[in-house]
């Protein structure tokens, strides 16, 4: 939903910069990147482009993440892809090693791509994009738990979209109330059940 012409725009002209995640909703944008880092990957391109390797074993598995980077995105203007202020494109390779007893001997590898305006710096691309996923993670996590909301149904028209909306304000207005020492589940039972701490929350009274 976030990798469009729009949004970027938007971005651009606030003085920002952006790291998209390039998905299917882009699916010539998808396909030449994929096949671009394939044949970079395999040798066949002779383009510039630029590599880090971060290495974690942490709760009984070894991560390793291969950040692989290019500044070369004039050809993509060729094929009508123009991204405002557009400098690299990032893959991201993840291998998931389980180790210990529960071990398989088998590793997971998965691929993300990006489109950034940031410089084509692999460490600073590869942190960037790590630091996104955190956030990302913790926030699904939260929300998740305390709305349940891999378990809505909402599907028909912008329903979906404008429900995920309100949710994050939701959990927005609960993560910012300091007066109440309760996790997010706790202080949104709470707001359902005292009219007072839900106008506090809403801004309606002091």
Known sequence: MGCQHDIVD???QSGADYVLSVKDNQ???AEAVVLWFDAADAGKLDRPHWEDIQTEKDHGRIETRRCLVT???AWLQEQNQHWNVLQSLIMIESTREVIGRNSTGQAGIERR????SLPAQATL???TVRAHWGIENSMHWVLDVAFREDDCRIRIGEAAQNFAILRRIALNLLKSDTT???GVANK???AGWNVDYLARLLGLKN
């Open 10 to 12: 938007l971005i651009v």
């Open 188 to 190: 949104r039972l709470k």
């Open 180 to 182: 109440t020492k309760l």
């Open 113 to 116: 791509y990006y489109i950034s």
């Open 27 to 29: 699916p010539g944008l």
């Open 71 to 73: 500044n070369d995105v």
């Open 125 to 127: 691309l590869g942190k």
